[in-house]
């Protein structure tokens, strides 16, 4: 599921901030952004994030800045030589131009240079407990997120489940007239040969409308599509991670419909089919979702 939420935080030394981001995966994924020196924190901070999300990729970065920092300043001492040493040759060239001043030489770009003294190593492993209780802040503000999508979710995955039910329902009621259509179109067939050939012995026609039937049996397709029905819906209610489980009943519900496509002979059969696997297609996009 997808979600988002951040968190910040602050001590003496510095201010930070943690962003929280998941989107669908069929597994666990973590991505970290960690500022330079916090390395230390990536294996724990990745466990935790494992924790709070069982399926999905998951993005976490952190930003940090210096609380009142002064940055320092100072000569860069190639570029200074470089220019002083030019002077001369100008002097030369524009020999009524004013001599070079140190305020101006100083203003020219590069010459003096800020540098960030950056937190000590002593100041960031004292920030790791109060950045770690803020990351678990993030992360449950991020569950919660992504709690308010699955409740929405499940509605919509009640409603595909039911037509699922519905329709297998359908196709039991189409499969249980199929042994009559199929003798009566076997004995069509039949009177159209009797033209032409011998009668054939009724033996011989019984014969061939049971193998025909037991050809286009369902029965056994149509069972197993309302035990899985059945299963997802002890799935939706039980409290745990359901979302591998669905992905494998999704793949037992397309093999279920596409036996069932393969076997019909009837044209409604068929088309109760198709359905199915139009939703079932549907509903197995909405399952990605789920953890």
Do not use: Y
């Amino acid at each position: 599921m997808t979600g988002f939420a951040s968190a910040e935080g602050h001590n003496d030394d510095a201010s930070w901030g943690w962003e929280a981001r998941s989107v669908n995966g069929k597994g666990t994924d973590v991505r970290l952004r960690l500022p330079g020196g916090f390395e230390a924190l990536e294996q724990p901070v990745r466990e935790r994030a494992k924790k709070a999300v069982r399926r999905g990729n998951v993005s976490l970065s952190l930003t940090l800045s210096r609380t009142g920092s002064t940055d320092s300043v100072r000569l860069n001492d190639d570029v200074f030589n470089a220019v002083t040493d030019l002077l001369p040759e100008l002097a030369a060239r524009v020999p009524d131009a004013a001599p070079a001043s140190l305020d101006g030489l100083l203003a020219l770009r590069g010459v003096l240079e800020s540098v960030d003294e950056g937190l000590s190593e002593e100041q960031m492993e004292q920030m790791h407990p109060a950045l770690m209780a803020d990351l678990e802040v993030a992360l449950l503000a991020l569950g919660d997120m992504r709690a308010e999508e699955g409740a929405r979710l499940t509605v919509v995955l009640e409603e595909q489940i039911n037509s699922i039910g519905a329709l297998t329902n359908e196709a039991l009621s189409l499969a249980a007239m199929q042994p009559d259509a199929i003798a009566k179109r076997l004995k069509e067939q039949v009177d159209a040969l009797l033209k032409d050939i011998p009668a054939l012995p009724t033996e011989r026609l019984a014969q061939e409308a049971a193998l025909l039937m037991t050809k286009a049996d369902v029965s056994e397709e149509l069972d197993r599509l309302a035990a899985h029905v059945s299963a997802v819906r002890d799935l939706m209610v039980a409290d745990a991670a359901i979302g591998r489980k669905l992905d494998f009943l999704c793949q037992e519900f397309n093999r279920e419909a596409n036996t069932l496509c393969s076997k019909s002979t009837d044209v409604e059969l068929t088309r109760v089919g198709l359905e199915l696997k139009v939703v079932i297609e549907q509903f197995r996009e909405q399952v990605q979702n789920i953890e």
